[in-house]
C-alpha cells in the first residue's frame, strides 16, 4: 500500500507562511498526480492544489498568487509553500495522491491523515 506522512501544520498569524510536507512511501507504486485539499466543519472537502508527475500545477482561485504547489519525485514527497495566509485558510489540509501498482496496472487513491491549519486574525 501507499503511505502517507504529513507535516507542517500550525498556527500562525495573518499575513503568516507555512509549508506543509507530504511524504509518500511506497516501492511497489507509481506515483501519480498529489494534491492538496482542505476541509472546514460543515463544508464540503475542496482542493488546493495539484501537480502532475511532469510538474503541471492547477491552484484553487482563492490560493493563486499565494500558494506554491512543487513535488520531488525522486523521494517522492510534495510540498504546499503557503504565504500571506488569512483567517479563511484555517482548515484541515489532506494530502491526497493517485497511484499506479507498477505491476498489475491498478490504479488507486490515497488520503494523509490531515494537518490542521489555523491562521488567526
Known amino acids: 500500500q501507499v503511505q502517507l506522512v504529513e507535516s507542517g501544520g500550525g498556527l500562525v498569524q495573518a499575513g503568516g507562511s507555512l509549508r506543509l510536507s507530504c511524504a509518500a512511501s511506497?516501492?511497489?507504486?507509481?506515483?501519480?498526480?498529489m494534491g492538496w485539499y482542505r476541509q472546514t466543519p460543515g463544508k464540503q472537502r475542496e482542493l488546493v492544489a495539484d501537480?502532475?508527475?511532469?510538474?503541471?500545477?492547477n491552484y484553487a482561485d482563492s490560493v493563486k498568487g499565494r500558494f506554491t504547489i512543487s513535488r520531488d519525485n525522486a523521494k517522492p514527497t510534495m510540498f504546499l509553500q503557503m504565504n500571506s495566509l488569512n483567517p479563511e485558510d484555517t482548515a484541515v489540509y489532506y494530502c491526497n495522491v493517485h497511484a499506479t501498482r507498477v505491476l498489475t496496472r491498478h490504479n488507486l487513491e490515497v488520503w494523509g491523515q490531515g494537518t490542521q491549519v489555523t491562521v488567526s486574525s
Open positions: 511506497g516501492s511497489t507504486f507509481s506515483i501519480n498526480t
Open positions: 501537480i502532475t508527475r511532469g510538474g503541471s500545477s
